[in-house]
C-alpha cells in the first residue's frame, strides 16, 4: 500500500471489513461527538472507518499541538471495538502523519484505559510512555508501510 492511497485518492479495504478513507474535520468531530470524544486540537487530517452504507463506524485524526507536535486520537463505536478497527485506524493515521512529513504522534489515554493501552502496544510503533497524573502520554514513530489490508 502507498501512502498516497491514504491521502483520500481511493479508499481502503481494510482486514476488518471496513473502509478507511478520508473525511471531512466537521464529519469526524460529529462522529467523536457521538463517542463522547474531542479531538486533541485542531483537525489537519482526519479518517474514517465506513461500513458500506457509508456510516462511519471510526475515527482518526491528527492535530498540531504545541511546538509543532502531532497529536492523534482514534476512536471506534462501542458496538464495533475488537473487531481490528481501531487497528486498522491507528495504521492508517500513521501512515497519513508520514506522507505529511511528520515523524512522530503523540497520544494520551487514562490509566487503566486497557483497550487504548492494548492498542498502542499492539501497533509496534510506540517508542516511549509516559505517565504523569493518571494520564499515559506515549509517543508512536509514524510509518511508510503498515500491515493495512489492501
Known amino acids: ?3 498516497d492511497r491514504l491521502a483520500g485518492l481511493a479508499p481502503v479495504r481494510t482486514a ?5 478513507d ?4 466537521d464529519a469526524a468531530e460529529a462522529f467523536l461527538a457521538r463517542v463522547e470524544q474531542r479531538a486533541p486540537g485542531d483537525i489537519d487530517a482526519a479518517l474514517a472507518a465506513l461500513q458500506d452504507d457509508g456510516s462511519i463506524i471510526g475515527a482518526a485524526v491528527l492535530s498540531a499541538g504545541l511546538g ?3 497529536h492523534g486520537l482514534v476512536a471506534v463505536s462501542p458496538d464495533r471495538r475488537r473487531l481490528r478497527v481501531g487497528s486498522d485506524l491507528l495504521h492508517a493515521l500513521m501512515l497519513a502523519a ?3 512529513g511528520h515523524a512522530r504522534v503523540h497520544g494520551s489515554y487514562r490509566v487503566g484505559d486497557g483497550a487504548s493501552d492494548a492498542l ?7 517508542q516511549t510512555f509516559r505517565t504523569v ?3 499515559v502520554t506515549v509517543m508512536l514513530s509514524a510509518s511508510t508501510s503498515s ?3 489492501e
Do not use: C, E, L, Q
Open 16 to 20: 476488518s471489513g471496513a473502509k478507511i
Open 120 to 126: 498502542v502496544r499492539s501497533s509496534g510503533n510506540a
Open 68 to 70: 509543532g507536535r502531532m
Open 98 to 100: 508520514a506522507a505529511r
Open 133 to 135: 497524573n493518571g494520564i
Open 22 to 25: 478520508a473525511v471531512s474535520a
Open 1 to 3: 500500500m502507498t501512502v
Open 147 to 149: 500491515p493495512v489490508a
